[in-house]
C-alpha cells in the first residue's frame, strides 16, 4: 500500500545537497546500493529515478525487481536527517512523453550522455533513520533490549 | 464455431496457470506472449480516449493482419515493464484480449478480469510531414516505439514462381496497402532519407533502425540486385549520420560472402539477420518452398555461420516463426518433438555464433496457413526461455534486437539481462 511522504521528507528530495542512495538486489540477493543524484518526487507522490545506462546493474536490478515483484529501498540523507524508503518499482517509461522530457534535459544539463529509462517507484514506507529518533523508538517498544550498566546508579565517589 | 475458436478452447493450461508453473518467467513477458498468440479487440470505450494527434494510428506494415484489415485503430500496446506488445486486431469469434478503458486506463481484459495496464504508443513527429516529393513520411517509415522500420520493397520475388512462404502474406497485403492507402511498393532512396533526416530531429524518439523486404532473386550472383538496393537505401539512411556505423539490422535474404563484405564495409549496417523461418529441414522444404528450391536450408545456414566473420559475434541472427513447425498437415506431431528440434538446431548455430529467435505466429488470412490455430501458451513460453537460454549459454548478445531495439521477441525480452 503506498504511503504519502512528510513534506519535511519532500523538502529534503527537492535539496541539491542531500545524498540520495538507491539500493536493488541481483538475482542472488547481493545488494547493490549506489549515490543516485536523479531520483526525485513527481507530482503523484511517486519516486522518479532516472537510469542512463540500459546495462547497468541498477537497470538489471529494476528490471528483475518490476518482473518478480521485489522491493528497492531509498536512503536520503540531509544536514541533520535520514530517511528510508522502502518502495517498489512499478513502471519504466522508456518511450513517450516523460522519457522524452527527461531525455533532453539530462542532455542539456549533462552533455552527450543518454537516458535508458524513467523508474516509477512507489513508496510502501518511510523509516525515519536519525539515530536519536531510531534510539527512543527502540527503548519505548523493545524495553529489554539495552544494556544494564546503562541503567545503574551511578556509584558513589566515582 | 470456427477453427480457430475450437482450438483456443482447447489450450491447455491458462494463463495463471502458466504463471504459476513458470516462476522464472516474468508475468509480463507471459502476458505480452498470449496477447500476441491471441490478438486483441478494442472496445469502444478503449477507442473513445484514442486520440490521432498524440497516439499512433496503424501504419503501413510489411504483413498484414489477423481481420484482413486496414483500419485506423491504435498501433500497439506497450507494458509497464517497458516491453512492446506488437499485436493484431483479432475477430471476436477467435476469442482474443479486450483493449478495456477501466478507471480511466487501457487495461487488458480477459473474461471480464483486468490483467494488466497498457499504454497505446505515442505518435513520433514526423509522421505529420510528407516528403519533397509529396508522400506521407509515416509510408516510408513506420516507427515502434524506439526503432524506425524501412520496408524498401514490398515484393517477394518467391511469390511470381508461387512458392512463397506458407504463413506468409506479403504480396496480397500490399496490394491492398497500395490500393486503399496508396503506400509506394518501392522506396525510393532520397524520400528514406528525407524521413530519417526528420525522425532524428526528435530527441530520445528511436534507438535503431530496421530495414527489410522480400527477396529479389536477379543479378549476376543470386539477390545481387536486392543487395545493390540496400546499399543504396542504406548509403541515403548513412547520409544524416556523423559516424560510418549507426545501429541498425538488416532482415534480408542469405547473401554470400562477396555480398556481405560489400554491405558491411560500404553502409552503416551493423548486424545481419536472415530468417530460417523453422529449424528444420524437411519442415523448412514444405513451409519455405520458395527458400528451400534457390539455395536450400544447409546453405541458408553456412551462410549465417559465415556472416558471423563479418559482422561479428552477437551481431548475426535468425528468425524464426515460431509455431509454425506444428502447422497441419505436415508439421511436427508433438510440441515436445518440435521444441527439441528447434532447440537442436539452434544451438548448433550458436556454437557458431548465431542467435536465433522468433515471432509469434499468427496464421494470416493472406496466408497459405489461413484458418489453422497457433500453438499453446505454453509452448511458446517454453520456445522463449529455451531460446533464452541457449543466447545464455553461448553468452551471444542480441542487443541489436532486444526489447526495445525490436520488440517482437518473447525470448529476446527475456533475454534483455544478458
Ligand atoms: S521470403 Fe518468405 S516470408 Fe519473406 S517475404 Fe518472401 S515469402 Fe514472405
Known amino acids: 500500500m503506498s504511503v504519502q511522504l512528510s513534506d519535511e521528507l519532500v523538502s529534503l528530495l527537492h535539496d541539491r545537497e542531500t545524498i540520495k542512495l538507491l539500493a536493488t538486489t541481483d538475482e542472488s540477493g547481493t545488494p547493490h546500493v549506489v549515490a543516485k543524484d536523479s531520483i526525485h518526487i513527481a507530482e503523484d507522490g511517486t519516486i522518479h529515478y532516472l537510469e542512463h545506462l540500459e546495462s547497468s546493474r541498477t537497470n538489471h536490478n529494476l528490471v528483475r525487481a518490476i518482473w518478480f515483484d521485489r522491493r528497492v529501498s531509498i536512503v536520503i540523507i540531509g544536514t541533520h536527517q535520514s530517511f528510508q524508503i522502502k518502495g517498489r518499482p512499478l513502471e519504466v517509461h522508456i518511450t513517450g512523453p516523460l522519457f522524452q522530457k527527461h531525455y533532453a534535459e539530462v542532455r542539456h544539463r549533462l552533455g552527450d550522455v543518454d537516458l535508458s529509462g524513467v523508474w516509477v517507484i512507489e513508496p510502501l514506507e518511510v523509516i525515519n533513520e536519525n539515530p536519536e529518533i531510531r534510539r527512543q523508538e527502540e527503548e519505548k517498544r523493545r524495553p529489554f533490549f539495552r544494556h544494564l550498566d546503562r541503567l545503574a546508579k551511578p556509584l558513589k565517589g566515582i | ?418
Open chain 2, 1 to 418: 464455431m470456427s477453427l480457430a475458436l475450437a482450438g483456443t478452447l482447447h489450450a491447455a493450461l491458462s494463463l495463471n496457470e502458466i504463471v504459476a508453473k513458470y516462476p522464472d518467467i516474468p508475468r509480463l513477458i507471459i502476458i505480452k506472449t498470449d496477447v500476441q498468440r491471441r490478438g486483441i479487440h478494442y472496445t469502444e470505450r478503449a477507442l473513445s480516449i484514442v486520440d490521432p494527434a498524440i497516439h499512433q494510428i496503424r501504419s503501413p506494415y510489411l504483413f498484414g493482419s489477423r481481420d484482413g484489415a486496414i483500419k485506423p485503430l491504435p498501433e500497439s500496446l506497450l507494458l509497464r515493464d517497458g516491453t512492446t506488445i506488437f499485436v493484431d486486431p483479432t475477430p471476436l469469434e477467435q476469442n482474443p484480449y479486450q483493449v478495456d478503458l477501466v478507471e480511466g486506463r487501457l487495461a487488458l481484459v480477459d473474461n471480464g478480469e483486468v490483467v494488466e495496464f497498457v499504454r497505446l504508443w505515442e505518435k513520433p513527429l514526423y509522421y505529420d510531414q510528407k516528403t519533397s516529393s509529396g508522400i506521407p513520411m509515416s509510408h516510408i517509415a513506420s516507427a515502434r516505439p524506439q526503432r524506425l522500420n524501412i520496408f524498401q520493397s514490398s515484393y517477394c520475388h518467391f511469390w511470381a514462381e508461387q512458392k512463397g512462404c506458407r504463413f506468409c502474406d506479403i504480396v496480397n497485403h500490399n496490394k491492398q496497402q497500395k490500393h486503399e492507402l496508396g503506400v509506394p511498393v518501392r522506396l525510393k532512396p532520397e524520400d528514406v532519407s528525407e524521413t530519417i533526416r526528420e525522425a532524428l530531429k526528435e530527441p530520445g524518439r528511436f534507438t535503431n533502425i530496421c530495414l527489410t523486404a522480400g527477396s529479389v532473386l536477379k543479378g549476376k550472383d543470386l539477390f545481387d540486385h536486392e543487395v545493390d538496393y540496400y546499399i543504396e537505401t542504406l548509403l541515403a539512411i548513412g547520409e544524416n549520420f556523423a559516424t560510418k556505423k549507426f545501429p541498425s539490422e538488416l532482415i534480408s535474404s542469405a547473401f554470400n560472402e562477396k555480398q556481405l563484405i560489400r554491405l558491411y564495409e560500404q553502409t552503416g549496417i551493423m548486424s545481419y539477420t536472415s530468417d530460417l523461418e523453422v529449424l528444420n529441414e524437411e519442415k523448412f522444404n514444405w513451409i519455405c518452398p520458395g527458400k528451400a528450391d534457390t539455395l536450400g536450408y544447409n546453405e541458408w545456414k553456412k551462410r549465417l555461420i559465415r556472416a558471423v566473420d563479418i559482422f561479428g559475434k552477437g551481431n548475426v541472427g535468425t528468425g524464426l516463426v515460431g509455431g509454425v513447425e506444428l502447422a497441419k498437415p505436415y508439421g511436427f506431431g508433438s510440441e515436445d518433438e518440435a521444441l527439441e528440434a528447434t532447440f537442436e538446431e539452434a544451438e548448433s548455430l550458436a556454437v557458431n555464433g548465431v542467435t536465433t529467435f522468433f515471432i509469434v505466429w499468427v496464421p494470416r488470412p493472406g496466408s497459405d496457413f489461413r484458418g489453422q490455430q497457433n500453438p499453446s501458451l505454453e509452448y511458446f513460453v517454453r520456445l522463449a526461455s529455451g531460446l533464452h537460454q541457449i543466447r545464455a549459454k553461448y553468452r551471444l548478445s542480441i542487443d541489436f534486437n532486444d526489447y526495445r531495439r525490436c520488440g517482437n521477441h518473447p525470448d529476446t525480452d527475456l533475454s534483455r539481462l544478458l
